[in-house]
């Protein structure tokens, strides 16, 4: 079973550079999520998207953009990347929302930006 | 202060041992808790929900005390592959999950 299925594993950016994180479900999910973890500081949300058609920010969402594309998929985008964003991104969804329905989550993308 | 915190660890124990773990959330209006575990360069995976009158799974038992504002993770007669990060999750509003840092636990043979 493929679950949460996201991409790249790993990138590296130079400052400035764009690049999108691409994020697809097949357990169709409604809700889907973008998060961040650094060292010491949990996982912190940056979009989340409760169904098709509707896109939310979440705890973090300067410097990036989202796209629920389809049910299945849902994008990150980095318009312009710092060296703060080096970070790793977690996709993820539930079926519902997150209060009572278990979070699946993607293997991780390692982003570094330079 | 952050909203959900943990005591980061790393917590050392030998196997066999009995370790426990505390959360703390500040938003009173907390609804739904949970406890995941992540292992090292691993996404996150559900542990156990985290119920009212506390609930047991396996060597697992984990406690709310919602006057107090924490919630606990009991782990008894631990194993080498109990050693993992422990999240602490709280829901307050809707969709929005909350996780604390984590907690590191090692269990040393």
């Known amino acids: 079973n493929a679950g949460v299925t996201q991409t790249p594993k790993f990138q590296v950016l130079k400052t400035g550079q764009s690049m999108t994180l691409q994020c697809a479900q097949d357990?169709?999910?409604?809700?889907m999520y973008w998060y961040r973890q650094d060292p010491g500081m949990g996982l912190r949300l940056i979009y989340y998207?409760?169904?098709?058609?509707?896109?939310d920010k979440g705890e973090v969402p300067n410097g990036y953009n989202v796209s629920r594309l389809n049910k299945r998929e849902f994008s990150l985008r980095l318009e312009s990347a710092a060296p703060s964003q080096t970070s790793v991104y977690f996709c993820?969804?539930?079926?519902?929302?997150?209060?009572?329905?278990?979070?699946?989550f993607g293997e991780g993308s390692w982003l570094t930006v330079v | 202060r952050k909203e959900v915190e943990q005591d980061p660890g790393p917590f050392n124990v030998p196997e066999g041992a009995t370790v426990a773990f505390n959360c703390t959330y500040s938003n009173s209006a907390s609804q739904s808790f949970f406890w995941y575990r992540q292992d090292c360069r691993k996404e996150p995976k559900l542990l156990m929900s985290v119920y009212s009158s506390g609930n047991e799974d396996g060597r697992f038992t984990a406690q709310l005390n919602r006057a107090s504002q924490y919630i606990s993770l009991l782990i008894r007669d631990s194993k080498l592959s109990d050693s993992a990060t422990y999240l602490c999750v709280v829901n307050w509003a809707g969709n929005m999950l909350t996780f604390g840092g984590g907690t590191r636990l090692m269990v040393k043979p």
């Open positions: 998207s409760a169904s098709e058609g509707t896109t």
């Open positions: 357990m169709n999910h409604n809700s």
């Open positions: 993820a969804s539930t079926e519902t929302g997150g209060a009572t329905s278990t979070i699946y």
